[in-house]
């Protein structure tokens, strides 16, 4: 996937990044490292890519395939009032699993992932009243 302005990359295992920012994780020694990650567009989009990133690993230890490395590219647009217009992702994954277990293991993660889930059942963003400093 070509990455627009607003697109992003979370990486881990064999297949992290050199540049970006270096998150802790769960699952690696190493960390997940993320980019870019200079606005907000890019945060949202993150935010998709490392629940992915997270519950491929996660997923897979559960169902016993062995992966040594994962990327996940998340990218989207947003109409002229800035609501979002969508976000698409892709998984890459470093692994001698099967084409049938790797195509289980994506649809487990795209059913169980979190943040994507909450994103596609829609929520409501209120601003909250700074509290008072005395």
């Not at 996940?72 to 109409?79: C, H, Q």
């Not at 979002?84 to 487990?108: C, F, K, P, Q």
Request: aromatic share 4%; hydrophobic share 45%; glycine share 8%.
């Amino acid at each position: 996937m070509d990455l627009s302005p607003l697109g992003t990359r979370a990486t881990a295992g064999s297949l992290r990044g050199t540049d970006g920012v270096v998150l802790d994780h769960a699952w690696t020694d190493a960390g997940v490292v993320a980019a870019p990650v200079t606005n907000g567009a890019q945060v949202l989009h993150l935010s998709v890519a490392l629940c992915v990133l997270n519950d491929t690993y996660r997923e897979a230890h559960r169902l016993g395939i062995e992966i040594r490395g994962v990327a996940v590219e998340a990218d989207g647009g947003f109409d002229d009032e800035w609501r979002s217009t969508g976000i698409e992702y892709s998984v890459a994954v470093d692994t001698e699993a099967t084409a049938e277990d790797l195509a289980r293991l994506n649809a487990v993660v795209d059913e169980a992932a979190e943040v994507p889930k909450a994103i596609r059942a829609g929520t409501t963003v209120a601003r909250r009243p700074w509290p008072v400093v005395e």
